[in-house]
């Protein structure tokens, strides 16, 4: 069964002060990782899919990078509406399976 | 269209009772899927749809559980006899069977058994 593992658990920030959240994950042909940012009582809302080593997407502050055994989610000088959850996600089949998340709060 | 619809966003019921939710997709969208998240975990499957029919169902889904998609559109899950272990925020996400197979989240159902 596939397993996903994200690090920190949680990570305070100042604004400004750029980090890294880690997404590990152990899995049988990856057919994708999945990141998304999910605001406190809200939905996940989708933000990158990454298919292959070495890829990599952005938008605005956020950058994902994908190897083959963790993906990087790299927040580059952070803003307080950043603040969030960021889980990360494989699929499995026909499924997402998440890993825990990272609270992130960016204080200013 | 503007994106995944949950009904109710909140539930509170009593121990016991029987309750439904309701998820209407992304119109173009031919699967359906429930998650359940409680607090500070991830989402967890629980169950999805292509079109009408349901084609996987999590070991996490009791016969407690029911999930429908009558007509391949909106999908109701329904929990009887609610147990206190299922509070929770239920996600219903919908994807495309081809393409990228990003799945969209709505806002979610927050059930409290009391």
């Known amino acids: 069964e596939d397993q996903v593992t994200q690090s920190p658990e949680a990570l305070r920030l100042q604004e400004g002060e750029s980090s890294s959240l880690n997404c590990s994950y152990t899995?049988?042909?990856?057919?994708?990782l999945f990141w998304y940012r999910q605001d406190p009582g809200k939905g996940p809302e989708f933000l990158f899919t990454?298919?292959?080593a070495g890829e990599e997407k952005e938008k605005e502050r956020l950058k994902a990078t994908l190897t083959k055994k963790e993906s990087f989610l790299h927040i580059t000088a952070p803003k307080p509406e950043d603040s969030a959850t960021y889980l990360c996600?494989?699929?499995?089949?026909?499924?997402?399976?998440f890993g825990g998340g990272t609270r992130v709060l960016v204080k200013p | 269209d503007t994106g995944v619809s949950q009904d109710p966003r909140h539930k509170i019921t009593k121990r016991g009772q029987n309750v439904t939710f309701r998820c209407d997709p992304i119109?173009?969208?031919?699967?359906l899927y429930w998650y359940r998240q409680t607090l500070g975990q991830g989402p967890e499957f629980l169950t999805y749809f292509q079109n009408e029919a349901q084609l996987e169902k999590s070991r996490l889904l009791s016969d407690r559980f029911s999930a429908e998609r009558p007509k391949g559109s909106f999908s109701t899950l329904e929990i009887q006899r609610t147990e206190q272990g299922d509070s929770a925020m239920y996600l219903c996400?919908?994807?495309?069977?081809?393409?990228?197979?990003?799945?969209?989240f709505g806002q979610g159902t927050r059930l409290t058994v009391v």
């Open positions: 996400a919908s994807s495309l069977v081809e393409g990228g197979r990003e799945a969209f």
């Open positions: 119109s173009e969208h031919n699967r």
């Open positions: 996600a494989v699929r499995e089949g026909n499924k997402l399976t």
């Open positions: 899995v049988s042909g990856l057919r994708g």
């Open positions: 990454l298919y292959s």
